[in-house]
């Protein structure tokens, strides 16, 4: 079971690996609201052993694939019109790499 | 036939009268933007109307529709005129308005989800179900406002502002689909679509008085309907009647090759069976949603239609779901967890807004937090903690093994009963702003919707009658929610068209004492 309820330092650590920016004051309001949603969704612990199967999908299909015939996509202007930048026919991105590293 | 009476007639009494040549679908088309006009709060001028910034809003003012596509649809009206004259043989639905929830791509118009995040994003490619609505020749009058990326159960979620409901201006519509539920309730047209991952059809129907079905998980294809929780989304009708939902979904099912989790098998018949009544079917009354915290008016009005439905001839059984306590909890894990991965694909790169920072994560991490609105950034964080190293096990794992229990309960139920029924919703419509600031109390409003999403099977809310708010208020809708195993939608909608024909209810708020918004003209 879950380690205790969520802290401060908890929520920036998933706020990192979510990608979200988030400020101090944002991260002091959500600790508390994210430890009462937390505590009530570890109920689920209560029920559900480890011998029973997780269920992802409400039909369970496996192995779906079209058929191997080609067909006209989406054309890369349409697609890239929609872009915050574009460079040379693709998306463009800051720097990922660091320069020193 | 004068403009407020079409607004009043449903979709397929619509389709009768302009079939017989008694009213043209540009009429028809006209007479319900004239209801937005003059209700919604929209800037009416040019070919595309923009919904005013909230600050702009009336008190009045519904705000259902983000973006009115006017002109589009006077021409796709004019365009059916002609092929009728020129004697083509139309769809039953040809002609007929519809109000589409913006999470569904039309390519050309904008598609926001209510966020910021997407503002300015034309998406280049039509949904399957935009596919086939315009293939049965259903003119799309606009995009509706909805909870930002379908997460919420009132509307108020929206980057734009919230929804009213037509039935009582200071409540809310219901959601994430308000804006389509509220637009139909209030005559500015006879169809909408919704999307419900765990409620957002059935529970803004029973909100404003409509039919909202949530198809069999897979019988409506995805493809072109912005994901928020992947193994729960499903698009569905709303309508002011049964039979009119049963034509909507009869259009927008079947197997589509763009979607992977697209069902192979045929869909279900809705209208076969339509009008087969209840006598000698199971009726299974879900013991642990019965009394879900239900308000004693919604209550009476649930214990009311059982009694009706018993005296068409069905037999009235209690039936236990022994996990179903657990489907909110199962599903505020399963849904966030899915929605965090889903939601990763807007990082200010391929569409939409982005917020300068020199390197690409912090260019990622500036633009989400800005983007994204607190439900939506509330929900990331909780879906992505539960998937976090260390807490997959007990979150995320712990709550699809609920899902397995929570299915292997309704094979078991349905062993023995033919379709499940509860109260769709614990309460009537809220006030606008009760519960925005407690998120655990806006998830409690969806107790009763969550397991059938959890399990795939369909569902469906029907209007049962009318019990006034415990804080006081004029009578307000109730929804009965039908259950069926997975693939019999046709048994979800029997049932509702039984009840419905012996209740004959009213579906126009003026009738009840609410405001004068679906024939009354601007009597408000």
Redesign the interface.
Same mark, same amino acid.
């Given at each position: 079971?879950?380690?205790g309820p969520?802290g401060q330092d908890? =929520?920036r650590h =998933?706020? &990192?690996?979510?990608?979200?920016? *988030?400020?101090e004051a944002?991260v002091v309001a *959500?600790t508390p609201? *994210?430890a009462?949603?937390?505590a009530?969704?570890?109920? =689920?612990?209560?029920?559900?052993?480890d011998d029973?199967?997780?269920? &992802?999908?409400?039909?369970g299909?496996v192995d779906?694939l079209?058929?191997d015939v080609p067909a006209p996509g *989406?054309?890369a202007d349409? =697609?890239l019109?929609?872009?915050?930048?574009v460079q040379e026919g693709r998306?463009a991105?800051?720097?990922?790499v660091?320069e020193d590293a | 036939m004068s403009d407020p009476a079409l607004t009043r007639l449903g979709a397929a009494a619509l389709a009768d009268a302009m079939r017989a040549g008694d009213v043209s679908a540009r009429e028809v088309v006209d007479a319900h933007l004239d209801r937005i006009a003059t209700h919604d709060g929209v800037d009416a001028s040019g070919d595309v109307w923009r919904a005013l910034p909230a600050d702009r809003l009336g008190p009045d003012d519904l705000h259902a529709f983000l973006v009115v596509t006017a002109a589009a649809a006077r021409e796709r009206a004019d365009d059916v005129d002609r092929r009728r004259r020129a004697g083509e043989d139309l769809g039953p639905l040809a002609g007929v308005p519809l109000a589409l929830k913006d999470v569904l791509t039309l390519r050309g118009v904008p598609t926001t989800c209510g966020s910021r995040m997407l503002e300015g994003w034309e998406p280049p490619y039509d949904a399957t179900v935009t596919r086939r609505l315009h293939d049965a020749d259903v003119i799309i009058l606009g995009k509706t406002n909805m909870d930002e990326f379908a997460m919420g159960s009132s509307t108020e979620n929206s980057a734009f502002g919230p929804t009213r409901n037509p039935w009582d201006l200071d409540r809310v519509p219901g959601g994430s689909s308000g804006g389509s539920a509220a637009a139909v309730a209030a005559g500015m047209a006879p169809l909408g679509i919704g999307t419900d991952t765990g409620g957002s059809i059935r529970q803004p129907a029973a909100f404003t008085g409509l039919v909202g079905a949530k198809p069999t998980y897979g019988a409506v294809s995805r493809h072109g309907l912005v994901a928020f929780a992947s193994s729960l989304d499903q698009a569905g009708p709303f309508a002011r009647d049964v039979t009119d939902a049963a034509l909507l979904q009869s259009v927008l099912q079947g197997h589509d090759p763009h979607d992977a989790t697209s069902d192979p098998t045929a869909p279900s018949d809705l209208l076969a069976t339509l009008r087969d009544g209840v006598a000698g079917l199971r009726i299974g009354v879900v013991t642990e949603l019965e009394d879900a915290g239900c308000e004693p008016g919604v209550r009476q009005v649930f214990l009311d239609a059982l009694d009706l439905l018993e005296r068409l001839g069905a037999r009235i059984e209690r039936v236990s779901l022994p996990h179903a306590a657990y489907g909110l909890p199962a599903y505020y894990l399963v849904a966030p967890a899915e929605a965090s991965s889903n939601l990763a694909r807007f990082d200010g790169v391929r569409y939409g807004n982005r917020v300068d920072a020199p390197t690409a994560e912090t260019m990622n991490a500036a633009t989400r937090a800005a983007g994204f609105g607190p439900e939506v950034r509330r929900r990331i964080m909780i879906g992505t903690h539960a998937l976090s190293s260390g807490y997959v096990d007990a979150y995320y794992l712990q709550a699809a093994r609920v899902r397995t229990l929570i299915a292997r309960d309704y094979a078991a139920a349905f062993a023995d009963v033919d379709v499940l029924v509860s109260p769709t919703t614990p309460t009537v419509p809220f006030r606008l702003g009760e519960r925005t600031d407690d998120p655990l109390a806006m998830y409690r409003s969806d107790v009763a919707t969550v397991p059938a999403s959890l399990a795939g099977i369909p569902a469906l809310s029907v209007p049962a009658g009318l019990a006034p708010a415990e804080d006081g208020s004029a009578p307000l809708p109730v929804g009965l929610q039908v259950m069926a195993p997975l693939r019999e939608d046709a048994r979800t909608y029997r049932v509702a068209f039984a009840l419905e024909q012996a209740l004959a209810l009213d579906p126009d708020p003026a009738a009840h004492g609410g405001p004068r918004l679906l024939g009354g003209g601007g009597a408000r």
């Open positions: 079971m879950a380690q969520i908890d =929520v =998933v706020a &990192t690996l979510a990608r979200l920016d *988030l400020d944002e *959500l609201q *994210l009462e949603i937390l009530y969704a570890e109920q =689920v612990g209560e029920v559900a052993a029973v199967e997780p269920m &992802t999908h409400p039909l299909l779906v079209r058929d *989406l054309a349409a =697609v019109a929609a872009a915050p930048e998306f991105v800051p720097r990922i660091e | -």
